[in-house]
């Protein structure tokens, strides 16, 4: 009788597929746009109420990125919007023999699962949820790997895990962080959400507004001289220029996608402009 043809999962992995992945798919490999990820999204399967995200990347020119959650999302938002971050790479693969080197030493289980080729036991390959190139306030270029886990999920075997991976960075001699749901304030989340949809949307704006650059260097020029909230400020732009209400808000919300503008966070949506940012609380020497 013909062999039945056997459907696995596809989030089931083997052997034969890590192979592929690292050999001919160069997974891990790359940089910016050029970055081939370790996961995507469609090959790791949901923890309840988490929602995965495709979303193009600032600093990676366009690249999509693959989040698996909303948490994730949100993290690498604020790492995209930060003028010091060089490049993010998402779902970053770790050497297998390095991590199943840490866990005998430490005598923690390894994370691993059944080979659907062999049907034998076979460890997992564990990924960083993010990897962070950026300049410090030297102008030195550093790394850090960050962990993104909402805080009711840190469990004693999520920790165990967790401490293989910070392990991993710590004898790289990077800097490992690790960020949950308590981590930022609500209007942070909320302004990192508004202002980051206008560069998801708008990538092309300068394109689609014919006298975008006008917009742009009036809204410059009125954040030097008005020192006043933003909405004010688009709207005196918008009567200058004689153009739709709003319209300048819009261009406004672009440059902070594209990093014309620094900001802080917790102001975004009503201003006034600082040079200040939070993210040096997890990024700095």
């Known amino acids: 009788m013909p062999s039945k043809n056997i459907k696995h999962s596809p989030y089931s992995v ?24 370790g996961l995507n999204i469609n090959e790791v399967r949901s923890s309840k109420g988490n929602r995965k995200r495709i979303v193009p990347s600032i600093k990676a020119l366009g690249r999509l990125v693959h989040l698996m959650s909303d948490l994730e999302y949100k993290v690498f938002k604020f790492f995209d919007l930060s003028k010091n971050v060089l490049d ?6 770790l050497d297998r023999e390095v991590t199943l080197s840490i866990a005998e030493k430490l005598k923690i289980k390894h ?21 962070v190139d950026y300049f410090d306030n030297e ?16 469990t004693p075997r999520n920790l165990q895990k967790l401490i293989i991976e910070y392990t991993y960075w710590l004898l790289k001699g990077i800097r490992f962080c690790i960020i ?14 508004f202002a980051g949809s206008f560069y998801d949307e708008d990538r092309l704006i300068d394109e689609m507004i014919p006298n975008f650059i006008e917009i742009e260097e009036s809204i410059i020029s009125k954040i030097s001289s008005m020192h006043s909230r933003i909405n004010l400020i688009c709207e005196s732009v918008d009567q200058d220029l004689a153009i739709p209400s709003g319209e300048s808000l819009r261009v406004f919300y672009y440059m902070i996608g594209t990093r014309k503008i620094d900001i802080e966070l917790r102001k975004v949506s009503i201003g006034p402009l600082t040079n200040s940012s939070i993210l040096q609380k997890y990024i700095r020497p």
């Open 14 to 37: 083997s052997e034969k597929l890590y192979k592929l992945w690292k050999e001919k798919k160069l997974r891990g490999t790359g940089t910016g746009p050029n970055y081939i990820r």
């Open 88 to 93: 993010i790479r998402e779902q970053f693969p």
């Open 139 to 154: 102008s030195n270029k550093k790394q850090l790997a960050v962990y993104i886990k909402p805080s009711k999920d840190l």
């Open 180 to 193: 949950t749901d308590k981590s930022f304030s609500k209007d942070v989340y909320e302004n990192l959400e």
């Open 111 to 131: 994370p691993s699962v059944t080979d659907y080729n062999t049907k034998e036991p076979m460890a997992l390959w564990m990924t960083t949820d993010l990897l």
